[in-house]
Nanobody
Framework: QLQLVESGGGLVQPGGSLRLSCEAS????????IGWFRQAPGKEREGVSC????????YYADSVKGRFTISRDNAKNTVYLRMNSLTPEDTAVYYC???????????????????RGQGTQVTVSS
């Protein structure tokens, strides 16, 4: 069974940092592109970041550029999302998803992904 499990969410103060993890089981991540998405209450799900399977090409939403960093450790079958300088607007449930192959123009399209995790809550509040 192909599964993705997110972890690392929690409550953090504005200006703080978190690192989310997305671990795969039942398949090897190294051929897949992995995307991170988020959905805040009352808002549509949006693409946050994506890392392609080859040469580590990355994509970021404008709202997180310079603050978030996506990376992968194929040996651990895990992708990470490092989030710095968090603001209350970053509060959401964060999901990871996997797709092979990736169409670059669809990196932020959640429906284009084949395997999806259950999400982890990130709350930014003082």
């Amino acid at each position: 069974q192909l599964q993705l499990v997110e972890s690392g969410g929690g409550l953090v103060q504005p200006g703080g940092s978190l690192r989310l993890s997305c671990e795969a089981s039942g398949f090897s991540l190294d051929l897949y592109a992995i995307g991170w998405f988020r959905q805040a209450p009352g808002k549509e799900r949006e693409g946050v970041s994506c890392i392609a399977s080859s040469v580590g090409i990355t994509y970021y939403a404008d709202s997180v550029k310079g603050r978030f960093t996506i990376s992968r450790d194929n040996a651990k079958n895990t992708v990470y999302l490092r989030m710095n300088s968090l603001t209350p607007e970053d509060t959401a449930v964060y999901y990871c998803a996997a797709v092979f192959p990736l169409l670059a123009r669809k990196w932020a399209d959640y429906d284009a992904y084949d395997v999806r995790g259950q999400g982890t809550q990130v709350t930014v509040s003082s």
